[in-house]
């Protein structure tokens, strides 16, 4: 497989987008919760991002909550052309910070209306259904009520595209049975390869596979022959993770999220590091290990 730069493109939804993108999450504060640190730090990074030409840009109004939405806003409005949001809904923030499933209907309906508030528009290009699962991984069950009420408010033009998030086969395969699915998001990154056959699988489809995750989350990939790899090649363990995301299929799109234009640019870096067939077939020995 080619190596690929930071200007290779998918289409997802119907438009032609980078395939390094930029995660919003991290925008908000400790847990993803409350405001930023440091608000004017933030807005800088979104606007860098898009100045470097990131043009998809993942968030969700559970971020925050509110939060990231209102910072992109504040940053990007009137958005540039090019730029594709993917937003989410399926959940909702308690007080304190816990993250309650939101999978009624008019739990649905409510989280649209709050993206396109606090993003400032009259429609959202992408939705993904994010089915709570066991949070971070998915779990079998009918998705049915969930995307068909997606589905209604997709045709009453609040919402363009759907996707769908931590989900299994057979909910994808529900999914597609009611409406259209542009893209999926899974937890998946170098060591975290429980999606290899349906990454293949959506690749044949031409959906877009959007792993979270992707450098581990709040628990960074932490393995000595990566390390020893990024050695070799001149760069950080993080590039290489993504790096190798980027030639694992040509349908992965890529949203690491920081709120660091230092680290933001560090990201964008990946997508121009080359990695030889050799370099590649050590990476993937490592998937499902962390030493």
């Known amino acids: 497989m080619s190596n690929v730069s930071f200007g290779e493109t998918f289409s997802l939804a119907g438009r032609t987008v980078r395939r390094m ?19 004017a730090a933030a807005l800088a990074v979104l606007r860098e991002a898009v100045a470097s030409g990131v043009n998809h840009i993942d968030t ?27 937003t989410k809904v399926g959940a909702t923030r308690g007080d304190d910070g816990a993250w309650l499933p939101a999978l009624e209907p008019a739990d649905i309906e409510r989280g649209v209306h709050d993206n396109l508030r606090n993003l400032g528009l009259d429609v959202l290009e992408v939705v993904n259904m994010r089915i709570m699962g066991s949070v971070h991984a998915p779990s079998e069950g009918s998705i049915e009520k969930q ?42 990154n170098l060591v975290h390869r429980e999606d290899d056959a349906l990454i293949d699988d959506l690749a044949d489809k031409g959906i877009a596979y959007v792993p979270f995750f992707p450098l581990g989350g709040f628990t960074p990939i932490q393995s000595s022959a990566l390390s020893d790899i990024a050695q070799t090649l001149g760069a950080t363990p993080m590039q290489v993770a993504l790096a190798w ?33 050799e370099v590649f077939g050590q990476l993937n020995a490592i998937g499902g290990t962390k030493g």
Do not use: W
């Open 21 to 39: 993108g930029y995660g919003a999450m991290q925008l908000a504060g400790p847990g993803v919760f409350g405001p930023p640190k440091d608000r």
């Open 60 to 86: 969700s109004d559970f971020y925050g909550p509110h939060i990231t939405n209102q910072l992109i806003r504040e940053a990007l409005h009137p958005y540039p052309d090019d730029l594709v949001i993917v």
């Open 147 to 188: 995307v068909t009420a997606l589905a209604g408010l997709q045709q009453r033009g609040l919402v363009r595209h759907i996707g769908l998030s931590n989900v299994t086969a057979a909910q994808i395969d529900e999914a597609r049975r009611i409406a259209e699915v542009v893209c999926v998001q899974n937890h998946y």
């Open 245 to 277: 995301l980027l030639r694992r299929a040509p349908n992965i799109l890529l949203i690491p999220g920081t709120s660091s234009p230092g680290h933001l640019h560090e990201n964008l870096a990946a997508a121009h590091l080359s990695l030889s067939g």
